[in-house]
């Protein structure tokens, strides 16, 4: 007869272990980083760059993109996804130029050419230290955040303590927690995760305009997260859908500048609801013909 008891307090020692394991261990699931050389030139075609280095209280060194347009419209802070460097995604930052935006692309810690200890309160502090940069410049009624996979998250918890034009949420989740335990279902993930990015406690605070764009065939964060998202803010947002669209090819859809271009180039209008029918009620009875 099997010792039950042992065997559980196995099982148990196992399932410490590999929660200790994945508390210290995420950052190399969550962070897949790409290191630039100090001396590393970037290059865009048709494009203006000016590159900088801001320093954090901390001593370490924030590096990004500006791209430049002649007479700006606004600037756009544009937080990427948890991959590479912005040596690659700075190749999307035509699609607000051409618009005539500037855009500002950084690159978090341990990304890139940036530096310094990585760690969720770093992060949110340094993306708040860029904003403040921008804001002294430029007035938030011109400045758009644009959060793209991982910072979707980041974009929102910045739009809920500022007060940029407009929030645009590109392949959102919930909360990094959330997609965590759809890998990990039986593992304690509210207990573990060091970055659980809760984009849907941030949102009930945003005060702008919320624009969420997102594939109905992602299948790394699914559609449905984003129509979850959209029922928070339910009068402030507005949710567009890229019929087929996947978690990293929203770019190859036309649908998808489309969106954007009408997005970033729209005015807020007054609706005047007195005249619509809004608020009439279907009647239940029967009229005699």
Not at 116 to 142: C, H, M, P, T
Not at 146 to 152: I, L, V
Not at 172 to 177: R, T, W
Not at 198 to 226: A, R
Request: glycine share 6%; hydrophobic share 40%; proline share 4%.
């Amino acid at each position: 007869m099997p010792n039950w008891g042992y065997i559980a307090l196995i099982v148990l020692a196992f399932y410490i272990i590999a929660s200790v394991a994945l508390y210290y261990l995420q950052e190399y699931f969550i962070f897949k980083p790409e290191k630039l050389d100090k001396d590393f030139q970037f290059h865009y075609n048709n494009q203006i760059i000016e590159e900088y280095n801001l320093e954090t209280r901390d001593g370490a060194i924030i590096n990004g993109l500006h791209f430049k347009v002649k007479n700006p419209k606004g600037v756009v802070l544009y937080l990427k996804g948890n991959s590479k460097s912005i040596k690659g995604w700075g190749k999307f930052a035509v699609d607000f130029t051409r618009h005539g935006y500037d855009v500002l692309m950084l690159d978090y810690r341990g990304f890139g050419k940036s530096t310094g200890r990585r760690s969720f309160k770093a992060i949110k502090r340094d993306l708040q230290f860029v904003y403040n940069r921008i804001k002294d410049k430029v007035d938030e009624k011109y400045i758009i955040l644009y959060g793209r996979s991982m910072g979707s998250g980041f974009a929102a918890k910045l739009a809920s303590i500022n007060n940029p034009k407009m929030l645009i949420l590109d392949a959102p989740y919930y909360s990094l927690s959330k997609v965590a335990a759809k890998f990990i279902p039986f593992m304690p993930v509210s207990l573990i995760m060091r970055y659980p990015i809760p984009t849907y406690k941030w949102l009930k605070y945003v005060n702008c305009p919320i624009h969420i764009i997102h594939g109905t065939h992602d299948k790394l964060i699914p559609f449905k997260s984003s129509v979850k998202l959209s029922k928070i803010r339910p009068k402030l947002t507005r949710l567009y859908t890229i019929i087929g669209g996947g978690h990293k090819n929203l770019n190859n859809f036309e649908s998808y500048h489309k969106m954007l271009g009408e997005i970033i180039n729209s005015r807020v209008k007054r609706l005047n609801l007195s005249d619509t029918s809004i608020g009439v009620m279907h009647s239940s009875k029967k009229v005699n013909a």
